[in-house]
């Protein structure tokens, strides 16, 4: 059974530091883009990172204009787990952050990233960032 389990959010003040963690099973987690999307009270769901390590990956790591500097991706293979380091949050950083699996090895930052086609999803966790 594929599962995707997402931790590490909480409240922070503005100007702080999160780090979320992604822990994968059922997977194999080289063979996936696994990417980091939000939804703020009231808007919409939206992409903020992806990385894929597949051969002819389009974006390697992809960060969405609002975060680049801040929200750095990265993946332990060996934890099976894909983190979000998030630096300098804003309060428009509060969300509920999810991290999502694709097969597509061209994902990461594709028009499936931005539509929110993925195959697997997480059941998301909740970030807080009070000014």
């Excluded at 003040?13 to 099973?25: E, F, N």
Aim: charged share 20%.
């Amino acid at each position: 059974e594929v599962q995707l389990v997402e931790s590490g959010g909480g409240l922070v003040q503005a100007g702080g530091s999160l780090r979320l963690a992604c822990t994968t099973s059922g997977f194999t987690l080289g063979d996936y883009a696994i990417g980091w999307f939000r939804q703020a009270p009231g808007k919409e769901r939206e992409g903020v990172s992806c990385i894929s390590k597949s051969v002819g990956a389009t974006y390697p790591t992809y960060y969405a204009d609002s975060v680049k500097g801040r929200f750095t991706i990265s993946s332990d293979d060996a934890k099976n787990t894909i983190y979000l380091q998030m630096n300098s949050l804003k309060p428009e950083d509060t969300a509920v952050y999810y991290c999502a699996a694709d097969l597509s090895r061209r994902w990461c930052g594709s028009y499936s990233f931005t539509a929110l086609v993925a195959d697997y999803w997480g059941q998301g966790t909740q970030v807080t960032v009070s000014s």
